[in-house]
Protein backbone atom coordinates (compact mmCIF):
# COMPACT_ATOMS: atom_id res chain seq x y z
CA UNK A 1 0.00 0.00 0.00
CA UNK A 2 2.77 2.13 0.18
CA UNK A 3 2.01 3.69 3.58
CA UNK A 4 4.51 4.86 6.32
CA UNK A 5 2.66 3.73 9.45
CA UNK A 6 4.23 6.28 11.55
CA UNK A 7 3.27 9.14 8.94
CA UNK A 8 -0.05 10.77 9.81
CA UNK A 9 -2.99 9.68 7.13
CA UNK A 10 -6.22 11.07 6.55
CA UNK A 11 -9.05 8.83 7.68
CA UNK A 12 -12.51 8.78 6.64
CA UNK A 13 -14.96 8.35 9.12
CA UNK A 14 -18.55 7.50 8.20
CA UNK A 15 -21.84 8.61 10.23
CA UNK A 16 -21.31 11.47 12.87
CA UNK A 17 -22.63 9.63 15.43
CA UNK A 18 -21.45 8.87 19.50
CA UNK A 19 -19.40 5.97 18.04
CA UNK A 20 -17.96 7.81 15.04
CA UNK A 21 -17.87 11.24 16.47
CA UNK A 22 -15.74 9.53 19.74
CA UNK A 23 -13.38 8.09 16.45
CA UNK A 24 -12.84 11.12 14.73
CA UNK A 25 -11.88 12.32 18.07
CA UNK A 26 -9.39 9.73 18.84
CA UNK A 27 -8.13 9.68 15.67
CA UNK A 28 -7.72 13.16 15.30
CA UNK A 29 -6.49 13.18 19.02
CA UNK A 30 -3.60 11.24 17.92
CA UNK A 31 -2.29 13.38 14.61
CA UNK A 32 -4.30 12.18 11.73
CA UNK A 33 -6.47 14.04 9.99
CA UNK A 34 -10.21 12.91 9.83
CA UNK A 35 -12.83 13.24 6.94
CA UNK A 36 -16.03 13.15 8.82
CA UNK A 37 -19.46 12.41 6.33
CA UNK A 38 -22.97 12.82 8.33
CA UNK A 39 -25.38 12.35 5.78
CA UNK A 40 -28.37 14.25 8.13
CA UNK A 41 -27.24 17.99 8.64
CA UNK A 42 -28.59 18.38 12.01
CA UNK A 43 -26.88 15.37 13.15
CA UNK A 44 -23.74 17.21 11.35
CA UNK A 45 -23.63 20.00 13.40
CA UNK A 46 -24.51 18.36 16.69
CA UNK A 47 -21.89 15.88 16.18
CA UNK A 48 -19.21 18.69 15.49
CA UNK A 49 -20.77 20.61 18.77
CA UNK A 50 -20.17 17.14 21.02
CA UNK A 51 -16.29 17.24 19.39
CA UNK A 52 -16.24 20.64 20.61
CA UNK A 53 -17.74 19.92 24.36
CA UNK A 54 -15.38 17.01 24.34
CA UNK A 55 -12.00 18.73 23.83
CA UNK A 56 -13.17 21.69 26.00
CA UNK A 57 -13.50 19.52 28.81
CA UNK A 58 -10.15 17.70 28.47
CA UNK A 59 -8.75 21.16 28.05
CA UNK A 60 -10.63 22.32 30.94
CA UNK A 61 -9.35 19.12 33.36
CA UNK A 62 -5.60 19.99 31.72
CA UNK A 63 -5.65 16.97 29.46
CA UNK A 64 -4.96 18.83 26.68
CA UNK A 65 -3.79 22.43 26.36
CA UNK A 66 -5.63 25.35 24.70
CA UNK A 67 -3.64 24.90 21.38
CA UNK A 68 -3.42 21.47 20.94
CA UNK A 69 -7.61 21.19 21.64
CA UNK A 70 -7.98 23.60 19.28
CA UNK A 71 -5.44 22.03 16.44
CA UNK A 72 -7.32 18.45 17.61
CA UNK A 73 -10.65 20.42 16.12
CA UNK A 74 -8.88 21.52 13.31
CA UNK A 75 -7.98 18.22 11.91
CA UNK A 76 -11.59 16.97 11.86
CA UNK A 77 -13.57 17.93 8.61
CA UNK A 78 -17.26 17.78 7.76
CA UNK A 79 -17.77 16.65 4.82
CA UNK A 80 -21.20 17.77 2.98
CA UNK A 81 -20.49 15.26 0.09
CA UNK A 82 -19.56 11.31 0.19
CA UNK A 83 -17.60 12.25 -2.84
CA UNK A 84 -14.44 13.87 -0.66
CA UNK A 85 -14.30 10.55 1.23
CA UNK A 86 -12.23 9.54 -1.98
CA UNK A 87 -9.04 11.38 -0.32
CA UNK A 88 -8.85 8.77 3.04
CA UNK A 89 -6.18 5.69 3.00
CA UNK A 90 -8.78 4.24 5.74
CA UNK A 91 -12.53 4.91 5.76
CA UNK A 92 -14.50 3.39 9.24
CA UNK A 93 -17.91 2.53 8.79
CA UNK A 94 -19.80 3.64 11.99
CA UNK A 95 -23.48 3.87 10.97
CA UNK A 96 -26.83 2.24 12.50
CA UNK A 97 -26.66 -1.19 13.05
CA UNK A 98 -28.59 -2.73 10.04
CA UNK A 99 -26.75 -5.17 7.18
CA UNK A 100 -28.32 -3.84 4.32
CA UNK A 101 -27.77 -0.18 4.95
CA UNK A 102 -24.33 -0.78 6.27
CA UNK A 103 -23.77 -3.10 2.32
CA UNK A 104 -25.21 -0.19 0.35
CA UNK A 105 -22.67 1.98 1.87
CA UNK A 106 -19.70 -0.27 1.32
CA UNK A 107 -21.39 -0.62 -2.34
CA UNK A 108 -20.99 3.11 -2.67
CA UNK A 109 -17.75 3.43 -1.46
CA UNK A 110 -16.18 0.81 -3.57
CA UNK A 111 -16.86 3.07 -6.04
CA UNK A 112 -16.01 6.29 -4.42
CA UNK A 113 -12.43 5.82 -2.69
CA UNK A 114 -9.43 4.20 -4.64
CA UNK A 115 -8.48 0.22 -4.72
CA UNK A 116 -5.96 1.00 -2.22
CA UNK A 117 -8.33 2.74 0.74
CA UNK A 118 -8.76 0.11 4.09
CA UNK A 119 -12.77 0.06 4.45
CA UNK A 120 -13.76 -0.82 7.95
CA UNK A 121 -16.44 -1.41 9.83
CA UNK A 122 -17.01 -0.57 13.53
CA UNK A 123 -19.47 -2.98 13.89
CA UNK A 124 -20.61 -4.69 17.20
CA UNK A 125 -21.72 -7.88 15.13
CA UNK A 126 -22.55 -7.81 11.83
CA UNK A 127 -20.74 -9.97 10.32
CA UNK A 128 -17.46 -8.36 8.13
CA UNK A 129 -17.72 -10.87 5.28
CA UNK A 130 -21.20 -9.77 4.03
CA UNK A 131 -19.63 -6.37 3.92
CA UNK A 132 -16.50 -7.43 2.12
CA UNK A 133 -18.90 -9.05 -0.46
CA UNK A 134 -20.33 -5.55 -1.63
CA UNK A 135 -16.56 -4.20 -2.50
CA UNK A 136 -14.33 -5.05 -5.66
CA UNK A 137 -11.48 -5.90 -3.31
CA UNK A 138 -12.46 -7.72 -0.04
CA UNK A 139 -9.08 -8.08 0.86
CA UNK A 140 -8.72 -4.92 2.13
CA UNK A 141 -12.28 -5.34 4.23
CA UNK A 142 -12.20 -5.61 8.11
CA UNK A 143 -13.48 -4.69 11.33
CA UNK A 144 -12.40 -1.99 13.64
CA UNK A 145 -14.61 -2.19 16.65
CA UNK A 146 -13.88 0.45 18.79
CA UNK A 147 -15.58 0.89 22.71
CA UNK A 148 -17.72 3.68 24.48
CA UNK A 149 -16.52 6.36 25.04
CA UNK A 150 -14.21 6.35 22.44
CA UNK A 151 -11.65 8.74 23.66
CA UNK A 152 -11.26 6.77 27.25
CA UNK A 153 -11.44 2.87 26.12
CA UNK A 154 -8.09 1.32 24.94
CA UNK A 155 -9.40 -1.62 23.33
CA UNK A 156 -10.09 -1.90 19.70
CA UNK A 157 -10.95 -5.35 18.03
CA UNK A 158 -9.73 -5.83 14.76
CA UNK A 159 -11.55 -7.95 13.40
CA UNK A 160 -10.63 -10.23 10.12
CA UNK A 161 -12.93 -11.83 7.84
CA UNK A 162 -12.58 -14.65 5.30
CA UNK A 163 -10.22 -12.67 2.71
CA UNK A 164 -9.04 -9.53 4.74
CA UNK A 165 -5.15 -9.73 3.71
CA UNK A 166 -2.32 -10.02 6.10
CA UNK A 167 -1.41 -6.42 4.65
CA UNK A 168 -4.37 -4.79 5.75
CA UNK A 169 -4.13 -6.55 8.70
CA UNK A 170 -0.60 -5.46 9.55
CA UNK A 171 -1.84 -1.81 8.69
CA UNK A 172 -4.86 -1.82 11.01
CA UNK A 173 -2.88 -3.12 14.14
CA UNK A 174 -0.15 -0.34 13.54
CA UNK A 175 -2.99 2.19 13.02
CA UNK A 176 -5.19 1.00 15.94
CA UNK A 177 -1.52 1.73 18.01
CA UNK A 178 -1.14 4.93 16.87
CA UNK A 179 -4.00 6.18 18.38
CA UNK A 180 -2.72 4.99 21.85
CA UNK A 181 -4.85 2.17 21.96
CA UNK A 182 -4.40 -2.03 21.90
CA UNK A 183 -5.12 -4.00 19.38
CA UNK A 184 -6.72 -7.50 19.76
CA UNK A 185 -7.27 -10.41 16.92
CA UNK A 186 -10.65 -11.62 16.74
CA UNK A 187 -12.45 -13.90 13.85
CA UNK A 188 -15.29 -12.76 12.17
CA UNK A 189 -17.82 -14.40 14.68
CA UNK A 190 -21.16 -12.12 15.48
CA UNK A 191 -20.12 -10.37 18.97
CA UNK A 192 -16.42 -10.86 18.47
CA UNK A 193 -14.80 -11.82 21.89
CA UNK A 194 -16.15 -9.00 24.17
CA UNK A 195 -19.92 -8.99 22.84
CA UNK A 196 -19.88 -12.38 23.15
CA UNK A 197 -18.75 -12.20 26.66
CA UNK A 198 -20.41 -9.31 27.67
CA UNK A 199 -24.05 -9.29 26.03
CA UNK A 200 -25.01 -12.78 28.43
CA UNK A 201 -24.28 -11.00 31.07
CA UNK A 202 -25.74 -7.74 30.50
CA UNK A 203 -29.25 -9.90 29.92
CA UNK A 204 -29.07 -11.65 32.63
CA UNK A 205 -29.05 -8.24 34.34
CA UNK A 206 -32.19 -6.92 32.29
CA UNK A 207 -33.60 -10.68 32.66
CA UNK A 208 -33.22 -10.64 36.78
CA UNK A 209 -34.81 -6.83 36.70
CA UNK A 210 -37.55 -8.06 34.68
CA UNK A 211 -38.11 -11.24 37.03
CA UNK A 212 -37.97 -8.49 39.94
CA UNK A 213 -35.25 -10.70 41.83
CA UNK A 214 -34.02 -7.34 42.73
CA UNK A 215 -34.32 -3.66 42.21
CA UNK A 216 -32.16 -1.98 39.29
CA UNK A 217 -29.99 0.28 41.93
CA UNK A 218 -28.94 -3.21 44.08
CA UNK A 219 -28.56 -5.22 40.43
CA UNK A 220 -26.06 -2.57 39.92
CA UNK A 221 -24.45 -2.16 42.69
CA UNK A 222 -23.89 -5.98 43.19
CA UNK A 223 -21.43 -5.53 40.20
CA UNK A 224 -20.29 -2.25 40.74
CA UNK A 225 -19.21 -2.60 44.44
CA UNK A 226 -18.85 -6.49 44.33
CA UNK A 227 -16.67 -6.70 41.34
CA UNK A 228 -15.54 -3.57 40.42
CA UNK A 229 -16.92 -2.82 37.61
CA UNK A 230 -17.25 1.07 36.72
CA UNK A 231 -20.77 0.59 35.70
CA UNK A 232 -23.15 -1.55 36.52
CA UNK A 233 -25.00 -4.16 33.85
CA UNK A 234 -28.36 -1.86 34.03
CA UNK A 235 -26.29 1.30 34.21
CA UNK A 236 -23.83 0.02 31.16
CA UNK A 237 -27.08 -0.69 28.74
CA UNK A 238 -28.47 2.45 29.24
CA UNK A 239 -25.26 3.94 28.54
CA UNK A 240 -24.56 1.45 25.80
CA UNK A 241 -28.02 2.14 24.15
CA UNK A 242 -30.88 -0.42 24.30
CA UNK A 243 -31.10 -0.28 20.68
CA UNK A 244 -27.57 -0.65 20.10
CA UNK A 245 -27.96 -3.88 22.20
CA UNK A 246 -30.96 -5.03 21.04
CA UNK A 247 -29.01 -5.57 17.76
CA UNK A 248 -26.11 -6.95 19.08
CA UNK A 249 -28.41 -9.50 20.62
CA UNK A 250 -30.67 -10.22 16.97
CA UNK A 251 -27.09 -10.87 15.68
CA UNK A 252 -25.89 -13.12 18.52
CA UNK A 253 -29.10 -15.17 18.42
CA UNK A 254 -29.14 -15.67 14.82
CA UNK A 255 -25.56 -16.53 14.29
CA UNK A 256 -25.28 -19.15 17.74
CA UNK A 257 -29.25 -19.52 18.54
CA UNK A 258 -28.32 -19.60 21.60
CA UNK A 259 -31.14 -18.24 24.82
CA UNK A 260 -28.47 -16.58 26.76
CA UNK A 261 -28.40 -14.40 23.60
CA UNK A 262 -32.31 -13.74 22.99
CA UNK A 263 -33.15 -10.35 23.70
CA UNK A 264 -35.42 -10.99 26.34
CA UNK A 265 -38.84 -9.28 25.76
CA UNK A 266 -38.43 -6.24 28.54
CA UNK A 267 -35.65 -4.89 26.31
CA UNK A 268 -37.94 -5.09 23.23
CA UNK A 269 -40.81 -3.24 25.59
CA UNK A 270 -38.69 -0.42 26.34
CA UNK A 271 -37.24 0.03 22.77
CA UNK A 272 -41.04 0.28 21.78
CA UNK A 273 -41.47 2.51 24.30
CA UNK A 274 -38.78 4.90 23.34
CA UNK A 275 -36.87 4.27 26.18
CA UNK A 276 -33.65 3.64 24.63
CA UNK A 277 -31.05 4.60 27.74
CA UNK A 278 -29.26 7.63 28.47
CA UNK A 279 -29.43 9.19 24.90
CA UNK A 280 -33.16 9.36 25.00
CA UNK A 281 -33.67 10.40 28.56
CA UNK A 282 -34.83 7.40 29.78
CA UNK A 283 -34.39 3.75 30.21
CA UNK A 284 -33.32 1.84 33.42
CA UNK A 285 -32.89 4.55 35.04
CA UNK A 286 -34.00 8.42 33.54
CA UNK A 287 -31.63 11.12 32.76
CA UNK A 288 -31.23 14.77 32.40
CA UNK A 289 -30.78 16.28 29.12
CA UNK A 290 -26.95 18.01 30.34
CA UNK A 291 -24.57 15.26 30.86
CA UNK A 292 -23.50 15.28 34.66
CA UNK A 293 -27.11 15.93 35.92
CA UNK A 294 -29.03 13.16 37.48
CA UNK A 295 -32.94 13.53 36.94
CA UNK A 296 -33.91 10.53 38.51
CA UNK A 297 -36.48 11.22 40.63
CA UNK A 298 -36.24 8.67 43.29
CA UNK A 299 -32.67 9.51 43.68
CA UNK A 300 -32.05 6.11 42.32
CA UNK A 301 -28.42 5.29 41.67
CA UNK A 302 -26.43 8.58 42.37
CA UNK A 303 -23.27 7.33 43.96
CA UNK A 304 -20.90 7.59 41.44
CA UNK A 305 -19.60 4.45 42.57
CA UNK A 306 -22.91 2.51 42.21
CA UNK A 307 -23.08 3.59 38.89
CA UNK A 308 -20.50 5.02 36.81
CA UNK A 309 -21.50 8.26 38.06
CA UNK A 310 -23.50 10.43 35.08
CA UNK A 311 -26.36 11.40 34.41
CA UNK A 312 -28.12 8.48 36.18
N1 LIG B 1 -16.04 11.30 26.21
C1 LIG B 1 -14.77 11.65 26.51
N2 LIG B 1 -14.21 11.45 27.72
C2 LIG B 1 -15.00 10.94 28.68
C3 LIG B 1 -16.32 10.58 28.46
C4 LIG B 1 -16.85 10.78 27.16
N3 LIG B 1 -18.09 10.43 26.83
N4 LIG B 1 -16.82 10.06 29.59
C5 LIG B 1 -15.83 10.11 30.49
N5 LIG B 1 -14.74 10.63 29.94
C6 LIG B 1 -13.42 10.77 30.56
C7 LIG B 1 -13.37 11.84 31.60
O1 LIG B 1 -13.02 13.09 31.05
C8 LIG B 1 -12.31 11.31 32.55
O2 LIG B 1 -11.01 11.59 32.08
P1 LIG B 1 -9.83 11.95 33.12
O3 LIG B 1 -9.89 10.89 34.21
O4 LIG B 1 -8.58 11.89 32.32
O5 LIG B 1 -10.20 13.30 33.62
C9 LIG B 1 -12.44 9.79 32.46
O6 LIG B 1 -13.15 9.54 31.24
C10 LIG B 1 -13.21 9.24 33.61
O7 LIG B 1 -14.41 9.97 33.67
P2 LIG B 1 -15.12 10.36 35.02
O8 LIG B 1 -14.11 10.35 36.14
O9 LIG B 1 -15.91 11.58 34.87
O10 LIG B 1 -16.19 9.26 35.15
P3 LIG B 1 -15.99 7.78 35.54
O11 LIG B 1 -14.78 7.54 36.34
O12 LIG B 1 -17.31 7.43 36.07
O13 LIG B 1 -15.74 7.06 34.12
C11 LIG B 1 -16.48 5.89 32.22
C12 LIG B 1 -16.68 7.11 33.09
C13 LIG B 1 -15.10 5.96 31.55
C14 LIG B 1 -17.57 5.90 31.16
C15 LIG B 1 -16.52 4.62 33.16
O14 LIG B 1 -17.73 4.62 33.87
C16 LIG B 1 -16.44 3.31 32.40
O15 LIG B 1 -15.36 2.88 32.03
N6 LIG B 1 -17.59 2.67 32.17
C17 LIG B 1 -17.67 1.42 31.44
C18 LIG B 1 -17.69 1.71 29.97
C19 LIG B 1 -17.77 0.45 29.16
O16 LIG B 1 -17.92 -0.66 29.63
N7 LIG B 1 -17.67 0.64 27.83
C20 LIG B 1 -17.80 -0.43 26.90
C21 LIG B 1 -19.24 -0.53 26.45
S1 LIG B 1 -19.45 -1.87 25.34
C22 LIG B 1 -19.13 -1.21 23.85
O17 LIG B 1 -18.85 -0.06 23.66
C23 LIG B 1 -19.13 -2.16 22.73
C24 LIG B 1 -20.39 -2.49 22.06
O18 LIG B 1 -20.32 -2.94 20.92
C25 LIG B 1 -21.71 -2.38 22.68
Avoid at 200 to 210: D, K
Amino acid sequence: MGRSESEPIAVGVLGGGFMGGGIAEAVARAGHSVLLYEPVADARAASAQRLRKSVGRAVSSGKLAYGQGEALIGRVSYLESAEDLAEAALVIEAIVEDLEVKVDWFRRLDRIVPESTLLASNTSSIPIAGLASAVSCPGRVLGLHFFSPVPVMRLVEVVKALDTSPETLRFAGEFVESLGKQPIATKDRSGFIVNMLLVPYLMAAVRMFEDEFATREDIDKGMALGCGHPMGPLTLCDFIGLDVLYAVCQSLYEEFKQTEYAPPPLLKRMLAAGRLGRKSGRGFYEYAAERGATASPDGAARSRATTGGRGV
